[in-house]
């Protein structure tokens, strides 16, 4: 069983910095690739960022310039440094990993999300 925790959402000022956390723990072999999603209300979940076990990224053209993904494999922690934040990034912001588990079988895992709020 692999559980995500999330942390750092909340209420920012456009053009503010926030900065998202998420920390997998559970029976896991390895992580492969972890990642932020969003869904804004209304709207569909959408790609963030990605990140790599290799630290190869992967931003969504709305965070590029603005957001940064990184992750520590020795804590199984992937964060989200959000900068220059817009109205508009106003979502549920979502964890999401892809581990390897001791049975040597991918699975894929969300957290609970956590909210985000832009507004002056």
């Known amino acids: 069983q692999v559980q995500l925790v999330e942390s750092g959402g909340g209420l920012a000022q456009p053009g503010g910095p926030l900065r998202l956390s998420c920390a997998a723990s559970?029976?896991?072999?390895?992580?492969?690739?972890m990642g932020w999603y969003r869904q804004a209300p209304g709207k569909q979940r959408e790609l963030v960022a990605t990140?790599?076990?290799?630290?190869?990224?992967n931003y969504a053209d709305s965070a590029k310039g603005r957001f940064t993904i990184s992750r520590d494999n020795a804590k199984n922690t992937v964060d989200l440094q959000m900068n220059s934040l817009k109205p508009e990034d106003t979502a549920v912001y979502y964890c999401n990993t892809q581990v390897v588990l001791w049975d040597y079988r991918y699975r894929e895992f969300w957290g609970q999300g956590t909210l985000v709020t832009v507004s002056s």
């Open positions: 559970g029976r896991i072999f390895s992580i492969r690739d």
């Open positions: 990140i790599t076990s290799g630290g190869s990224t």
